[in-house]
């Protein structure tokens, strides 16, 4: 089975342009996460989406958003972005929503300048 | 300014030995908890996980380590190898949280 997916996995913007990030989870797998690494603050948790609603939402500005397709896919986006959001932003696909192994992606590098 | 990076304790062990890698959790509702490891340019990569209603739980090498009263969880490596050179973590769900939560992180080092 491939595993998580994401694309672009280097990405460059400026300041006050915006982005947006895609992943295909596991074949099978109906909910994905998605978090923010940074060497400051460590591995952040951003939202999860399943059937297509989000469940469950981080502490983050409103500049940060996502969805998900019908086919289980999702993407997040990031507007006006600032120097602070260059980070490793990470995908996570489980089963289910609940106690079940998450499965995370190589992640997508972004650095805003 | 520059952002401050986490000073992630540091565990080097020798080639072979066996490894112990500890995490305090925060939440004493948290009912399930995974380890994972994360090598350099790379996402985490699940290792092992366990749910409340145990103690201990085996793999293949590693052995995670459950303490429910002091909240308190441990992954430990046998016979540790190069390939294991990492940082290491820890993670919980459950209670009002659906998330993840990540502990800090661990970095392993192994010397041949």
């Known amino acids: 089975k491939a595993g998580v997916t994401q694309t672009p996995r280097y990405l460059i913007k400026t300041r006050g342009q915006q982005v947006t990030l895609s992943c295909s989870p596991i074949?099978?797998?109906?909910?994905v996460s998605w978090y923010q690494q940074t060497p400051g603050q460590g591995l952040q948790f951003l939202f999860e989406?399943?059937?297509?609603?989000?469940?469950n939402k981080g502490n983050f500005p409103g500049r940060f958003s996502g969805r998900q397709f019908s086919n289980s896919r999702s993407e997040m986006n990031v507007s006006t972005l600032e120097l602070g959001d260059s980070a490793l932003y990470l995908c996570?696909?489980?089963?289910?929503?609940?106690?079940?192994?998450?499965?995370f992606g190589p992640g997508t590098r972004l650095t805003v300048t | 300014g520059e952002s401050v990076g986490l000073h992630l304790p540091t565990l080097s062990v020798q080639e072979g030995d066996n490894s112990i890698i500890n995490c305090a959790y925060s939440?004493?509702?948290?009912?399930?908890f995974i380890w994972y490891k994360q090598e350099s340019g790379k996402g985490p990569q699940f290792i092992i996980d366990?749910?409340?209603?145990?103690d201990k739980r085996q793999g293949q090498r590693v052995t995670v380590l459950l303490n429910k009263t002091v909240k308190h969880l441990s992954l430990q490596i046998a016979a540790t190898q190069p390939g294991d050179s990492a940082v290491y973590f820890c993670?919980?769900?459950?209670?009002?949280?659906?998330?993840?939560?990540f502990g800090k992180g661990t970095k392993l080092s192994v010397k041949p």
């Open positions: 996570a696909s489980s089963l289910d929503l609940g106690p079940y192994e998450q499965y």
């Open positions: 074949s099978g797998h109906r909910s």
């Open positions: 366990i749910r409340s209603n145990m």
């Open positions: 993670a919980e769900k459950g209670g009002s949280q659906g998330n993840l939560i």
């Open positions: 939440n004493s509702a948290s009912d399930y």
């Open positions: 989406y399943f059937s297509e609603t989000q469940r």
